[in-house]
């Protein structure tokens, strides 16, 4: 039986590997669907944590070692972090500021990811810990 809070919007065996993803359109929000080395699959919005730049046009797939915004260049790890700023942008990180990708819950069962509907029970439930902040050097 279907759940109407949730809304299926990749088939897993279309990400077999680290780093694999997919770009999907659900609830009004454009994400990445992203394989993790641990075998999991995250989900993050599509949308750069520094200028808002899209990472990705959408029904767009591929493989990444890490995800690189293609307006300036930063990149995360494929968990999420902010990996690494090219020289001269390391002046523009606000203190404190954390620019980590913005996660959004998911759920993988039957071969399928899902992404529960905003304001649910299932979002509630699904809700995504935050990871660990990661913060540049020199911020307090
Ligand atoms: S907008 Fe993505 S790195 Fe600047």
């Known amino acids: ?10 088939d897993l065996a ?6 694999d993803f997919q770009v999907v359109d659900v609830f009004g929000h454009s994400l990445l669907i992203v394989r993790q080395t641990d075998g ?9 944590p520094h200028r808002s730049a899209r990472f990705a046009t959408p029904g767009m797939s591929g493989s990444v070692r890490e995800i690189t915004c293609p307006l ?3 990149s995360w790890s494929l968990d999420g972090r902010l990996k690494k700023v090219p020289p001269g942008w390391d002046r523009h990180l ?3 500021q954390d620019y980590d990708l913005i996660r959004v819950a998911t759920e993988s069962r039957g071969g399928l990811v899902f992404v529960p509907r905003p304001g ?13 902040s990661n913060r540049m050097s020199g911020d307090t």
């Open 1 to 10: 039986m279907s759940d109407p809070a949730t809304k299926p919007v990749c």
């Open 14 to 19: 279309r990400l077999p590997g680290a780093g």
């Open 40 to 48: 999991s699959v995250l989900g993050f919005h599509n949308v750069c």
């Open 72 to 74: 300036h260049g930063w």
């Open 94 to 96: 606000g203190a404190g």
């Open 120 to 132: 649910t029970e299932s979002a509630d439930r699904l809700r995504p810990q935050r990871p660990a």
